[in-house]
């Protein structure tokens, strides 16, 4: 008897993981993980759609800004001339826009209001864009972007 209490203390002594709790666990993770990866994939065009609104957003601005300095003082030499979508690039600070999304030229600006609409779009997939106003600020004549 004394030596079968010693056995007993051994094995309740003894830790760890059954192999079912490891199999439920590795269960769950599996699970988890196949509810998950959809989700992930689907932020890439929705970050996508976010950046191209955010570039919209501040060439718009850009432009406005360009167009009021502009108005305000047409012979400042910190006016930019906008005659088409791609000039308003310069507008903004480091002129030069994420490789990932191209301007494109929507209308024409409109000789009476001076005004043009232009699109942003995502080059891996051509159905997320934004458009944006652009303001002329050169030349009398409209010129189609």
């Known amino acids: 008897m004394f030596l079968n209490t010693s056995k007993e203390r051994n094995v309740k ?21 196949a509810v998950a990866v959809p989700k992930f994939i689907s932020m890439e065009a929705e970050a996508a759609r976010a950046s191209a609104k955010g570039i919209a957003g501040a060439l ?20 930019v001339a906008v005659n088409s979508c791609e000039d308003v690039k ?21 000789a009476d209001t001076n005004v043009g609409d232009c ?4 080059v891996n997939d051509e159905s997320i864009t934004a458009s944006f106003k652009i303001y002329r600020t050169a030349a009398a004549d409209p010129v189609t972007p």
Not at 99 to 105: H, P, Q
Not at 119 to 122: C, H, M, N, P
């Open 13 to 33: 002594s003894q830790s760890g993981f059954t192999l079912i709790e490891l199999v439920v666990v590795i269960v769950i993770l599996g699970i988890l993980g």
């Open 90 to 110: 310069v507008c903004v600070e480091g002129d030069d826009l994420d490789s990932n999304f191209e301007i494109v030229a929507d209308t024409a600006i409109a």
């Open 119 to 122: 699109s942003v779009k995502y």
């Open 60 to 79: 718009t601005s850009a432009s406005a800004i360009n167009y009021a300095l502009y108005k305000a003082n047409p012979d400042s030499a910190d006016v």
